[in-house]
T-cell receptor, first 114, second 115 residues
């Protein structure tokens, strides 16, 4: 079974803090993705990565950065958290580069920024 | 660019009744189509997908979806729902030419199955 784990299910941070969200997959997948999920907006892609040390912007990258130092780990960084970044964050992974493989999702991290 | 519209944000239905969750997409290029399901307090998981071949695709738990190219739709149906089908359902597309593995998701439809 593919497993995608996220470091926290719930997180509360203050405005201006630097926030790290961690995602680990155990299936040697090449592709990894970070989404945010908001009611009525569905899932929106923040960043994705095809390989170690490689990243590409998604549809809403502003205010976020990512890091992929190892194949199995993809981190999302909020450099200076703001209240409009309160959301559910979902990580996903899939197999081959550029392939239409099934994306496997983690359980999500619900981030609240006060 | 691609976009996906799920026409209903919530669909309440009684147990054992049929249900249809509607999905329309807009794209200037050919696309692959997906339905994902999110059960309460869980991440998303793939329900079914259309890549090529027969336009009618089925899932293991009784859902089916039909790709209609002329109407740019991929509606999800089930003839008889169970309480356990209560979840949020997301339609998604991915371009075929120059595929990058990226998915574009719709807004989601919450299916509420009542006893």
């Amino acid at each position: 079974d593919v497993k995608v784990t996220q470091s926290s299910r719930y997180l509360v941070k203050r405005t201006g803090e630097k926030v790290f969200l961690e995602c680990v997959q155990d299936m040697d997948h090449e592709n990894m993705f970070w989404y945010r999920q908001d009611p009525g907006l569905g899932l929106r892609l923040i960043y994705f990565s095809y390989d170690v040390k490689m990243k590409e912007k998604g549809d809403i990258p502003e205010g976020y950065s990512v890091s992929r130092e190892k194949k199995e780990r993809f981190s999302l960084i909020l450099e200076s958290a703001s209240t409009n970044q309160t959301s559910m964050y979902l990580c996903a992974s899939s197999g081959g580069r550029g392939k239409t493989d099934t994306q496997y999702f983690g359980p999500g991290t619900r981030l609240t920024v006060l | 660019a691609q976009s996906v519209t799920q026409l209903d944000s919530q669909v309440p239905v009684f147990e054992e009744a049929p249900v249809e969750l509607r999905c329309n997409y807009s794209s200037s290029v050919s696309v692959y189509l997906f339905w994902y399901v999110q059960y309460p307090n869980q991440g998303l998981q793939l329900l079914l997908k259309y890549l090529s071949g027969s336009t009618l695709v089925e899932s293991i738990n009784g859902f089916e979806a039909e790709f209609n190219k002329s109407q740019t739709s991929f509606h999800l149906r089930k003839p008889s729902v169970h309480i356990s089908d209560t979840a949020e359902y997301f339609c998604a597309v991915s371009r075929i030419s120059g595929n990058t593995g990226k998915l574009i998701f719709g807004q989601g439809t919450t299916l509420q199955v009542k006893p």
